[in-house]
């Protein structure tokens, strides 16, 4: 049925390229969903097809595999954020703050530990014991509101710490799009 944007494996009409005025040659990442807002401002559809096409291979064989795929997300969205409308209104605009946010939620409670041991152990074991809380607490909420699936628990709760932990380097690429000269919009054909 008909999707809001697509990324990596697509195929396009000619005219419909030709009348958004291609790819910006700018986005390092997030192309795709950055054309396909304008393709969706002159009218044009995605459709996705109930069959596999074409398969797309991420590559990812490890944890920096993961780390690396996150930023890179995180990089795609900022880009796509700031070359649609921006902070308020882009497109993803709302997944750009909602990343934020939750990595700063995360990440409190471990920088409060880290601020708190010099000074009292105590305090720092504390502030881990609630990152640790938290952290369970969001993936077992995620696990289980995948009960429903068929799905063995240890992937619903790898799922879910992937969903909560993947933040933060998204997170990080977001802060380092932003750090660079990003893009701004730009007038297409």
């Known amino acids: 049925g008909e999707v809001t944007y697509v990324s990596g494996n697509s195929v396009y009409r000619t005219r419909a390229i030709i009348e958004a005025g291609a790819f910006d040659p700018r986005m390092q990442v997030g192309e795709e969903p950055e054309l396909g807002v304008r393709l969706r401002e002159k009218d044009w559809r995605f459709v996705h097809l109930d069959r596999v096409m074409a398969h797309h291979d991420l590559d990812m064989n490890g944890f920096g595999d993961w780390l690396r795929r996150g930023f890179r997300s995180g990089l795609a969205c900022a880009m796509v954020v700031r070359a649609t409308g921006g902070w308020r209104r882009g497109f993803w605009s709302e997944r750009l703050r909602e990343s934020l946010a939750q990595s700063a939620i995360l990440l409190a409670p471990w920088v409060l530990c880290l601020l708190a041991l010099p000074f009292s152990?105590?305090?720092?074991?504390?502030?881990?014991?609630?990152?640790?809380?938290?952290?369970?607490?969001?993936?077992?909420?995620?696990?289980?509101?995948?009960?429903?699936?068929d799905l063995s628990l240890w992937t619903r709760i790898a799922f879910g710490l992937h969903t909560y932990l993947g933040k933060i380097p998204a997170s990080?690429?977001?802060?380092?799009?932003?750090?660079?000269?990003?893009?701004?919009?730009?007038?297409?054909?």
């Open 172 to 189: 990080c690429g977001i802060l380092s799009a932003y750090l660079r000269r990003l893009p701004g919009p730009v007038a297409h054909g």
């Open 121 to 149: 152990s105590g305090l720092s074991l504390a502030a881990c014991g609630l990152g640790c809380a938290l952290i369970g607490t969001l993936v077992l909420r995620k696990a289980l509101a995948l009960a429903g699936r």
